[in-house]
């Protein structure tokens, strides 16, 4: 066990999910795993899993690896090529239990594992003792065949139709719209291609739809706006009302307007706010650490209780779940929208997210740019990632935590430390994944951005000069 172990890839078990790169994911591996899910789907009793995976090249191989070892115990649902919000559908058909094999909107280098058992995602903790586990059958498997990069990725009408089905009957448009949908070249494109094309009054353009593992012009990730230069120049010559984005499994949504302008994750949660406090007033509404100052506003001022969560759309979904009915929508600046107000299913879902905001536009007789206009957009800078100049992070957040205190700033230490001014706010965080900080700022004005992003590097600079240089180096 313990020559084993210094080999063993603990990193691609993170606080989310399980993801890293194809070199490390190898059969033994991936076998290693399946039986770790086998042992815990065993555990709490269950008999029935779904199955489904992505665009990736290894995808279908290490599907074919999973069903293999799940198989011999358990009744496999499989999914084929899907997107991770059909997988969550059919797992809630089937004692609430799946594994997706994705890496989500990462690079065609990677891939990775999402799962749920009973209707609940994975918990930190949980993702470790799969590790744990998975290192005891990684320790006594010898040999593994290789995995086959080249097998065939197939959708199944089946897996989508009951999906299909349900989004049908829940969204209602009458008058007539033309969407642009871009796959990205992800799994989730087949499904929202078939969807929209089912509704009599959509006209659909499609992009990039059809699954591609190769991913030709870039990673599937909608968050990154140069990604989407062929989705705004798509939506204005076709004269479009709505441009959709999914990210590579399709649990991520951007929108683009009738003009061609990107809507932030930051105002798109404000508007589906508005949506749903409108039909329950005096809920909670969820969103993670790294939204802006904005958000929280608009959701009380629209009636709503605004709720702040730690990164991460497993947390979201546990929170959501355990609300009881409290916690009507949750979001995430990754682009993750979560509805739970007696239409949504609990979970995030990029087309449904999508489909909500046309429904609205369909009733409100407004177009996507005017409904956005109470909701201007921020001052900010993206996610920036910084070196940690191998200083211990939690010694840096500290020192951040302890001087913002003396600060006329809200401080949070839910995930990082969050400052909070009245004009904007600033944020620093540990990666999970590498010897890294994540930093984000957002404010009312170029001038109060600049100010947060100099308080920051005040803070820092006499202790880290570096990082503080680093940080004063953020657009």
Not at 223 to 250: I, Y
Request: charged share 20%.
């Amino acid at each position: 066990m313990n020559s084993i172990a210094p080999f063993f890839p603990y990193q691609v078990f993170r606080a989310y999910d399980i993801r890293g790169r194809t070199t490390q994911l190898d059969a033994k591996l991936i076998s290693a795993i399946a039986q770790a899910f086998a042992q815990l789907f065993k555990l709490r009793q269950q008999s029935q899993i779904v199955l489904g995976y992505d665009a990736r090249l290894t995808s279908p191989a290490y599907a074919q690896i999973i069903r293999d070892v799940l198989a011999t115990e358990f009744e496999v649902i499989e999914l084929g090529c899907c997107s991770t919000p059909q997988m969550y559908f059919a797992a809630r058909c089937h004692q609430g239990n799946g594994v997706m094999v994705t890496a989500s909107h990462n690079p065609k280098t990677d891939n990775g594992l999402k799962w749920v058992v009973q209707g609940e995602p994975p918990t930190p903790e949980a993702i470790q003792l799969i590790g744990q586990t998975a290192l005891q059958s990684f320790a006594q498997t010898k040999h593994i065949k290789p995995i086959d990069p080249v097998a065939a990725h197939q959708f199944l009408a089946s897996s989508l139709d009951t999906y299909q089905q349900f989004i049908l009957q829940d969204i209602h448009i009458n008058q007539p719209f033309k969407v642009v949908v871009d796959g990205l070249n992800g799994s989730a494109g087949y499904a929202a291609k078939r969807i929209l094309q089912q509704f009599d009054l959509i006209g659909v353009i499609t992009l990039r739809c059809e699954a591609n593992g190769h991913f030709p012009d870039h990673a599937p990730d909608p968050s990154v706006t140069a990604h989407l230069k062929r989705l705004q120049h798509n939506v204005l010559e076709q004269q479009a009302d709505l441009g959709v984005a999914l990210d590579g499994d399709g649990d991520r949504v951007v929108l683009i307007d009738e003009h061609g302008q990107v809507i932030s994750a930051d105002q798109l949660l404000a508007l589906l706010a508005e949506i749903c406090l409108a039909e329950h007033p005096k809920r909670e509404v969820v969103f993670d650490v790294k939204c802006s100052t904005m958000v929280r506003r608009s959701i009380e001022a629209a009636g709503g209780i605004a709720k702040m969560l730690r990164t991460g759309s497993s947390f979201l979904r546990r929170y959501i779940q355990y609300s009881q009915g409290q916690a009507i929508l949750g979001g995430e600046y990754a682009g993750h929208y979560v509805f739970n107000d007696g239409r949504g299913l609990g979970f995030d879902d990029g087309l449904y997210a999508a489909l909500r905001v046309l429904e609205y536009m369909n009733q409100s007789g407004k177009s996507l740019s005017t409904l956005m206009q109470r909701y201007p957009k921020r001052c900010y800078t993206e996610d920036t990632y910084i070196s940690t100049r191998e200083v211990d992070p939690k010694l840096v957040l500290k020192e951040i935590a302890q001087k913002g205190q003396a600060l006329d700033a809200q401080l949070s230490e839910i995930d990082g430390v969050r400052l909070d001014f009245s004009y904007g706010f600033g944020i620093m965080r540990a990666s999970n994944t590498g010897d890294f900080f994540t930093v984000r700022f957002d404010a009312d004005s170029p001038s109060d951005l600049n100010t947060i992003r100099q308080t920051f590097v005040t803070m820092l600079c006499d202790r880290y000069p570096l990082i503080a240089q680093d940080i004063s180096n953020i657009q």
